[in-house]
């Protein structure tokens, strides 16, 4: 979460020895199917939230149960996607000490997440590397390049440096193919993580063409909208109006330029700038928004709010922090919207199942009278 937005991308990976492998419809795995997300052969509408400090807590046995709590949480509220880090690159219980030297205290920890996850059945969004300083970032990964006598001379090489690719190429390998301690499923064979974030919030101001973030390849594209932050000497009416044009806007990109699904990943208010009526009143807009472009078939898939904190987490709270077991109005919406997307979901499954009887009915019928004909 930082001050600025710009659409961000995932993507999905199913790899095994190198090879993309065609995954079936009901595995488990979350899939692309136009401007749709799909699950088990559905349309995948979901409710969210953002809790980026999941693997760090979890890294410490003793606080784990912070972690479980929360999927907990989520799960009573209908919230089924989480994103978090996969990353913190030196600094305090580092997941990557130096470039290929991981700490496997962290990496059980990131294994323990996965792990909760999978219980409560919360899919993961997990993001690779940090555009910013906090918990290392790009910035960490020039640093150690320059370590290695690279004459690098901003923090944008790292989208063009060959040894800081490389860095971050073996951190993408060393995820993909860890084997979690708990569950023994490699994390790119795991259907609980459904989909895999190149950076949080990537930029790079050196080159405005913006050809570093074209990747064909990419599932579906995500935003992030923080109007407190972009337009602090505007007061609460005019945020809301910009940002009723602003979510609008993407999604309507998102149907006719990208023709892809589109998340919103990250949005909130500051509680400390602000008084709960008016964080509702964003909240509610950002739902509002997802819901009607859902019901009509659009672009929009869900949104996750930034975030969710468990009691006892004090000294990280941000003002943007939301704690389901307190109840709030906020709460309340978010609740609501949950149940909302869930409707959705249903009514593309009844109409499939549906689909599936007609089909099968069909079938026997061809059957039937195809034995029929084989008689003398």
């Known amino acids: 979460m930082k001050v600025l937005g710009l659409v961000l991308f995932a993507f999905f990976l199913f790899q095994k020895q190198g ?9 488990g795995f979350v899939k692309t199917k136009g ?5 088990n052969g559905s349309p995948f509408y979901a409710n969210g939230f ?28 209908g919230l089924t996607i989480a994103r978090t880090w996969a990353f913190s690159d030196g600094g305090d219980r580092p997941l990557q000490y130096s470039p290929g030297s991981y700490n496997e205290q962290t990496f059980q920890g990131l294994d323990f997440v996965v792990s909760e996850a999978k219980k409560y059945g919360i899919k993961l969004i997990l993001s690779f590397a940090n555009n910013y300083d906090q918990f290392g970032g790009k910035k960490q990964y020039v640093n150690w390049a320059r370590n290695q006598g690279q004459s690098i001379g901003s923090d944008d090489d790292f989208f063009s440096n060959s040894v800081v690719k490389d860095y971050y190429k073996n951190h993408i390998k ?16 795991e259907p609980t993580i459904m989909a895999w974030e190149l950076m949080n919030e990537p930029r790079c ?14 599932d579906f594209a995500t935003v992030h909208s923080y109007p407190d932050q972009w337009l602090q000497s505007s007061n609460d009416e005019s ?7 602003w979510l609008d806007t993407h999604i309507q990109d998102a149907q006719n330029i990208l023709r892809k699904p589109l998340l919103f990943a990250e949005f909130g208010k500051s509680l400390r700038i602000a008084g709960p009526n008016q964080r509702d ?6 739902y509002t928004a997802i819901y009607s472009s859902a019901r009509a078939g659009g672009a929009a898939v869900g949104g996750l709010f930034w975030q969710l904190f468990t009691p006892g987490m004090d000294s990280f709270r941000d003002g943007y922090e939301v704690i389901m077991s307190e109840g ?12 909302k997307l869930n409707h959705i979901r249903r009514m593309y499954v009844r109409l499939r199942n549906i689909e599936k009887w007609n089909k099968a009915r069909e079938i026997r019928r061809a059957q039937f009278w195809a034995g029929k004909g084989g008689k003398k």
């Open 239 to 245: 945020q809301i109006a910009f940002l009723k044009n």
């Open 35 to 39: 401007m749709q997300l799909m699950l």
């Open 205 to 218: 101001t050196s080159d405005p063409s913006g050809k570093t973030m074209q990747i064909p390849g990419i």
């Open 50 to 77: 953002n809790a980026y400090w999941l693997m760090y807590m979890a890294a410490d046995p003793s606080q784990r149960s912070k972690v479980s709590t929360a999927f907990q949480d989520a799960q009573q509220h």
């Open 281 to 286: 009143e964003l909240f509610n807009t950002v």
């Open 328 to 339: 709030t109005s906020t709460v309340n919406l978010i609740t609501q919207e949950s149940q």
């Open 19 to 27: 090879i993309f492998l065609h995954v079936k419809a009901d595995d």
């Open 174 to 189: 060393t995820v993909l193919t860890r084997r979690n301690s708990l569950t023994g499923v490699a994390y790119k064979d």
